[in-house]
C-alpha cells in the first residue's frame, strides 16, 4: 500500500510539474501564438483571399501545356536576358499564370526579381489593385512582420513553448477526454473557461500537435544547422542536393535557343499521370539552359521541393535527369512539410484544416482568459502586485483576441476603401492592420471595465462592414456572386458574416458578464435591512459555518 501511494504522489507532483509548465509556457508566448494561429488558419485560404482582394481580376484556367506556351512567349519578348525563369501554370485555386524572373544586372541592394501575371487566355499582363493578399497572412504566420531571420527565429521560439504546452497540458489533465463531453457553459467563471478550453484543445489534438512540430520542421536548417555545416562546406551543396529541382545549373556564356517548353510539360504529365506544378528555366537563351519541371503538390501530400521532378536540356529538349521514387527520408520530410501547408487538401478537406485551426486558436484564447480566471479567485485583496498582473494581463488578452481579428477585418476594409491606383496601396492596408490592433491594445488598457464588451462589438461590427463595403465598392457582392456560383467571392463575405455572429455573440456574453457583479451587489444592499431583524445569536451560527465552508468570489472586470 505504501508503494502504491507513493506512486500515485509521484504521478501527482508531476501532473503539478506539468500543470506549471503548462500554464507559464502558454502565457509567455500566448498573445503572439494567438496572432499565428489566426493568421496561419486564413492562410489556408490565400489564394481565394487574394482573389477576392483583386475583385477585378476575372479569370478561367486553361490547361498547363496552353499555359506555358503563353508564358514562354511572353518572357522571350519581355526577359530573354533573365538569369531563371519560374512559370506556374494555372488551377482552378489560381487561375492565372503566375511567373517569377530574374534580372541578369539587378539594381544595387536587390535580388532582382520580377513578378508578373497573365491572362491564362489571351496571354496579356493582368495587373490588378496593390495588394498583398492572402500572402500577408502567410508570410505573417511565420514572419511576423519582422525582418529576415528574427521574424523566424521569433516565430519558431513561440512554436517550441507551444509544442511544451500541449504535450505539457496532455500529461496534466488525466481525464482530458472525459472533459471533452463535459461542457458547462452556464457555470460562469473557471468552470467554464476550463471546459472551453477543454473541448477546444481535444477536439483537434492530433492536428494541433502536427501542426506545432511540422512548423518546427520547416525551419530545421535554421535551428539545427550543425549537421549540415559539419557535412558540407558550402551550404548551396546541401540545397542542390536535398533540393535537386531547384538547382542553380551554370551557364556555359554561348547563346543559343531556347526549346520549345510546352512539348517538356506535355511529356513529363503522360508520364506522372498528373500535372505539372512549377517549371523552372535556368540561364535561357544560354547553351547551357536546363528546363526543370515539378510535378504539383495538389497531386500528393509531399511538398513542391520534395516532389518528383524532370529536369531537360534547354537547347535540344533531351531528357537529362528526374526522380520519381523519392528516399524513405525525403518523402517523410516532404510529407510533414505538406501536411503543414495543406496545399495538397480538396475544398472539404481545406474546410477541416481551417476549422480545427481555428479551434486551435480558440484553445490559445481560451488558454490566455483561463489564467485570469484562475488568479482572480486566489487573488488576495490590497495585493498591488497581483493586480498589476492581473490588470496588464487581462488587457493584453482583450487587445490582443479582440484586436487582432478586429486587425484582420481593418485589412480587408482598406483594401476596399483606398482608391485603387493609390502607390503604396498594399503597405497602407498592412498599416491599418497594425493600427487597429494597437488601437484595440491601448483601448484595453484605458477602458478596464468595459474593455472585452465593446473591443469584442468592435470587431463584430467590423467584420460585418466588410461584406457591404464590399457591395458599395465592386459588382462582385453577394447578390451577384451567390446566383452566379462565384464562391470565391460569395464564400469569403458569407465567412465573414457568420465571424460576425459569432463576436456578436462573445460581446454580449461580456456584457452579461460585465452586469453580473453589479447586480450581486445591489441584491446584497438590498437585503441587508431585512437582516437586521434577525437576532444576533440566530445569525452567528450560520454566518460562521458560510465563512469557514467556502469563499464568496465577486467577479471583476468584464471578462466574458
Not at 498599416?431 to 491601448?442: C, D, H, N, T
Not at 461584406?467 to 462565384?486: E, I, K, M, Q, Y
Not at 454580449?508 to 438590498?526: D, I, V, Y
Amino acid at each position: 500500500m505504501k508503494a502504491g501511494k507513493a506512486k500515485a504522489q509521484g504521478e501527482e507532483g508531476l501532473r503539478q510539474s506539468m500543470s506549471w509548465l503548462h500554464t507559464w509556457a502558454g502565457l509567455i508566448f500566448g498573445w503572439v501564438l494567438f496572432a499565428m494561429f489566426l493568421t496561419g488558419t486564413l492562410a489556408f485560404f490565400r489564394p481565394e483571399i487574394t482573389s477576392w482582394m483583386q475583385p477585378e481580376i476575372q479569370a478561367r484556367p486553361t490547361p498547363a501545356v496552353q499555359a506555358v506556351d503563353l508564358a514562354q512567349r511572353y518572357l522571350n519578348e519581355h526577359a530573354p536576358d533573365a538569369k531563371r525563369w519560374f512559370i506556374t501554370p494555372p488551377s482552378n485555386r489560381e487561375p492565372l499564370i503566375q511567373m517569377l524572373y530574374q534580372v541578369a544586372k539587378p539594381k544595387p541592394g536587390e535580388r532582382g526579381f520580377v513578378r508578373v501575371k497573365l491572362d491564362p487566355v489571351s496571354g496579356q499582363a493582368v495587373t490588378g489593385r496593390e495588394t498583398r493578399g492572402g500572402d500577408f497572412f502567410y508570410r505573417f504566420h511565420f514572419e511576423l512582420e519582422t525582418a529576415f531571420p528574427w521574424g523566424r527565429w521569433l516565430a519558431s521560439i513561440a512554436g517550441m513553448f507551444m509544442l511544451v504546452a500541449i504535450i505539457s497540458g496532455i500529461i496534466t489533465h488525466k481525464k482530458i477526454f472525459t472533459d471533452f463531453f463535459t461542457f458547462r457553459p452556464k457555470k460562469g467563471g473557471q468552470r467554464a473557461w476550463m471546459d472551453g478550453h477543454n473541448v477546444l484543445s481535444v477536439l483537434g489534438l492530433p492536428f494541433h500537435l502536427m501542426i506545432t512540430f511540422s512548423g518546427l520542421v520547416l525551419f530545421m536548417i535554421m535551428l539545427m544547422p550543425a549537421g549540415i555545416q559539419a557535412v558540407y562546406e558550402n551550404p548551396r551543396q546541401y540545397t542542390d542536393e536535398v533540393f535537386k529541382s531547384f538547382k542553380i545549373t551554370p551557364p556555359l556564356n554561348q547563346p543559343a535557343p531556347l526549346v520549345q517548353i510546352a512539348p517538356l510539360v506535355a511529356q513529363a504529365q503522360d508520364h506522372w499521370q498528373g500535372r505539372v506544378g512549377r517549371v523552372t528555366v535556368n540561364n535561357p537563351g544560354d547553351a547551357g539552359a536546363t528546363v526543370t519541371l515539378v510535378r504539383d503538390a495538389a497531386d500528393g501530400v509531399s511538398y513542391g521541393r520534395l516532389a518528383p521532378y524532370m529536369r531537360f536540356d534547354g537547347v535540344t529538349g533531351a531528357f537529362q535527369e528526374g526522380e520519381d521514387d523519392l528516399s524513405a527520408t525525403v518523402q517523410t520530410a516532404g510529407v510533414i512539410t505538406g501536411l503543414h501547408l495543406g496545399l495538397f487538401a480538396e475544398p472539404l478537406l481545406r474546410w477541416f484544416y481551417f476549422l480545427v485551426s481555428l479551434a486551435g486558436t480558440g484553445m490559445v484564447g481560451t488558454g490566455l482568459v483561463l489564467w485570469i480566471a484562475k488568479r482572480r479567485q486566489k487573488a488576495r485583496p490590497g495585493d498591488v502586485r497581483e493586480a498589476f498582473s492581473l490588470r496588464l494581463v487581462d488587457g493584453l488578452n482583450a487587445g490582443t483576441i479582440a484586436g487582432v481579428v478586429f486587425g484582420v477585418a481593418a485589412f480587408f476594409l482598406a483594401n476596399r476603401l483606398l482608391p485603387a491606383e493609390m502607390p503604396g496601396r498594399q503597405v497602407w492596408e498592412v498599416r491599418a492592420f497594425f493600427s487597429a490592433w494597437g488601437l484595440s491594445l491601448v483601448y484595453a488598457f484605458l477602458f478596464q471595465r468595459r474593455k472585452w464588451q465593446d473591443l469584442l462589438a468592435i470587431a463584430a461590427a467590423s467584420l460585418a462592414l466588410v461584406p457591404v463595403v464590399n457591395a458599395f465598392t465592386t459588382s462582385r457582392h453577394l447578390g451577384v456572386s451567390l446566383p452566379a456560383g462565384d464562391w470565391v467571392m460569395a464564400g469569403f463575405d458569407l465567412t465573414c458574416l457568420a465571424s460576425a455572429a459569432l463576436f456578436g455573440w462573445m460581446a454580449r456574453k461580456a456584457a452579461r458578464a460585465r452586469k453580473a457583479p453589479a447586480k450581486a451587489s445591489a441584491k446584497a444592499r438590498a437585503e441587508r435591512p431585512a437582516a437586521k431583524t434577525v437576532s444576533p445569536q440566530v445569525a452567528q451560527a450560520p454566518a460562521a459555518q458560510a465563512a469557514s465552508s467556502h469563499v464568496v468570489y465577486e467577479p471583476r472586470g468584464d471578462t466574458p
